[in-house]
């Protein structure tokens, strides 16, 4: 329980970091970021496995490179639903989405 509170408390903050470091990406304060990290782990968990397998023959003809795409995707597609969290366009959503991914993955090395 502990674990999950911390990795969400990491994600926040990473969103909070891809919000201060990439223009067009507006997280308006620390609970919308609580919030957006909740909806984007469970958009992760349930839709984008679901994308991967549809789109498995681009993913392989794209070496894996369309994987951004859906992350970006499914980054831009939060935003849509949550008041206080804008992402201005596909761009922003693709560095967004990687420089949460990054903060993220850095973050939960961290404390394991």
């Known amino acids: 329980m502990i674990s999950l509170i911390l990795r969400l408390c990491i994600s926040a903050l990473a969103l909070l970091v891809a919000a201060y470091v ?9 609970y919308i970021a609580l919030v957006t990290a909740v909806v984007l782990g469970l958009l992760n968990a349930i839709v984008r496995p679901i ?3 549809l789109t498995f023959p681009i993913t392989i003809v794209t070496l894996g490179l369309f994987t951004f795409v859906i992350n ?13 969290f804008v992402v201005d366009g596909f761009l922003p959503a693709l560095i967004g989405s990687l420089v949460v991914s990054v903060v993220s993955a850095i973050g939960n090395k961290t404390i394991t």
Do not use: H, Q, Y
Not at 22 to 30: A, F, R
Not at 72 to 84: C, R, Y
């Open 51 to 53: 994308l991967l397998v």
């Open 72 to 84: 970006a995707g499914l980054f831009w597609f939060a935003s849509t639903f949550i008041e206080g």
């Open 22 to 30: 990439v223009p067009g990406i507006v997280v308006s304060s620390i």
